[in-house]
């Protein structure tokens, strides 16, 4: 009886968690189909505030993820630090990689090709 009940529990909790995640990705497809030209056409360190949004939404449910069901949530405080905030710093210096160079090649190709945004 006590191992249904603590079985019955976890269930709900997977299922609050893939509702937390399919909100998350359907605010990331909604703002994908709109583009509002307010986040999609300024410049925010060194990106649109629209790819912030999904970068950082993106990086929620990577979280999310990795907390509920690669079970960090029960792990030792040491072990879920040196997974969950390698692959914070790892993806954070990636993202920066991709912004610096994508800017670099929009800059060099603006002569040759005409962006259509």
Same mark, same amino acid.
């Given at each position: 009886?006590?191992? /249904? ?18 909100? !998350?990705? @359907?605010?990331?497809? !909604? ?24 970068? !950082? ?7 999310? @993820? ?7 949530? /029960? /792990? ?14 790892? @993806? ?7 912004? @610096? /160079? ?16």
């Amino acid at each position: 009886m006590a191992h /249904e009940a603590a079985h019955e529990s976890h269930t709900g909790l997977i299922w609050k968690v893939f509702a937390f995640l399919s909100v !998350i990705t @359907i605010v990331e497809v !909604i703002f994908g189909i709109i583009k509002p030209a307010s986040l999609h056409l300024t410049s925010f360190l060194g990106t649109s505030p629209l790819n912030w949004i999904f970068l !950082i939404l993106t990086l929620v449910k990577a979280y999310g @993820i990795t907390w509920y069901f690669m079970h960090m949530k /029960e /792990e030792k405080a040491s072990l879920r630090r040196s997974v969950v905030w390698t692959s914070v710093f790892l @993806i954070c210096y990636l993202a920066a990689l991709l912004l @610096i /160079e994508g800017s670099y090649l929009a800059d060099m190709m603006t002569p040759y090709v005409k962006w259509d945004y």
